[in-house]
């Protein structure tokens, strides 16, 4: 009925689809974490705008797939345990 | 067949209403759509109807409460005028970008400044490349059909866009005239419950309103361009089904006198009625060559039943409700301009702006504006080609 291909009105018919769209290739810093430092307090899990934060037993680590590296984590982190770092 | 009763076109407007079985009403009283809000919501308190009436405090949350409504699959109705509709703009784009089929009703008034309450159609003009279906109405018993109309149109699984009925401010709005309404059992059969294609549910999530880059955007606005281009099939279809069940058969334009006009006045809304009496005495009485070609259907504009309409025409004078400040010529006149380019037509285009802010077109101004297509057709160079119909006749 159409020549486009996409869904009427710009639906999204399936969940989690935006799990397809690996956001981390927007990011000009990427945010390193000295496990050392942190103390697994879960702020950065808390801020993250983008789910970006796994929580491990011990402290936390990075989904680089989709942190688009805005350093609201190393903004916030109280011990200094995130540090923003240029890529490439 | 119906029953006739004396409805003012706002009335006639909220009768459709409550006949069509809607599940949500939300909008905001203004000036001269205020009585379609305040029968439906008697309706709804007298228990008269089932359907939800959301009040709110602006007509930006009232179609922005429609568009949800209408997401969830609810068949949904709103109504509006002039500074209502401005306010609604940016969200009358989201309606018809998510295809949501609602009908709304416009009681087409003049916009401020001057603060002005009365008839013309800048709120539908400033409003008009939304992606709506628009259709303007000639008196209350249009008014009334066009509505049980519009909800069979925006619903088509062909169409899913937003249909807005246009009528008059006061002239329409405010006038009783003899009205012939459906039986309710007949508007349920011409009117089935909406079957949404896609709709709110949380056992079947899906995203709504979701972004789309610009390898994607403009699929989605081609899509809809598609769509709004099958409604013209759909209204006729739908208007000659209508036609079968009233007697009162529906098309995208209704022309008199074309079959041997030398000079045609085409219009939109309460005017054409005008219009058409006026060109009717003067073919009996004086035996002129002059016809009347109202337009029922706006957007999308009807092209080819134009071009059919028009094919006899020397004289070709367009009348704009609405003053397209610094253009060419007004927003109906630059369709028709458009339109004699890509068809190659090639009859003489006066496009003259009228009745701002309620100032009337009389009779008698009719007859000199087919008057002056006459000289026209004859040879004759008219005063202007543009200009407010006042200062040229």
New interface residues.
Partial sequence: ???????????????R?SLENKTGSWRTRRPVVDVEKCVNCLLCWIYCPDSAIIRLEDHIAINYDYCKGCGICAEECPRKAITMVEEG | MGRRIGLMGDEAVAYAVKQCDVGLVSAYPITPQTIMVERISEYVANGEIDTEFVCVESEHSALSVCVGASLSGLRVFTATASQGLALMHEVLYAASGLRCPIVMAVANRALSAPLNIHCDHSDMMGSRDCGWVQVFAENVQEAYDWVIQAFKIAEHPDVQLPTVVNLDGFTLTHCMEDVEVLEDEDVKKFLPPRKPIYWVDPKQPMTFGAWAMPNYYYKFKLQQQEAIMRSLRVVKEVGEEFGKLTGRRYDTLYGYGLEDAEVAVLSMGSTSGTIRYTARRLRESDGLKVGALKLWLFRPFPEEDLVSALEKVKVLIVLDRALSPGAVFGPLGSDIASLMVKHGLDFKLLNYTYGLGGDEVTPEMAEKLFKLGLKVAEGAKPPSLTGYVREVV
């Fill in positions: 009925m159409s020549k486009y291909d996409v869904v009427m009105g710009a639906v999204i018919t399936k969940p689809t």
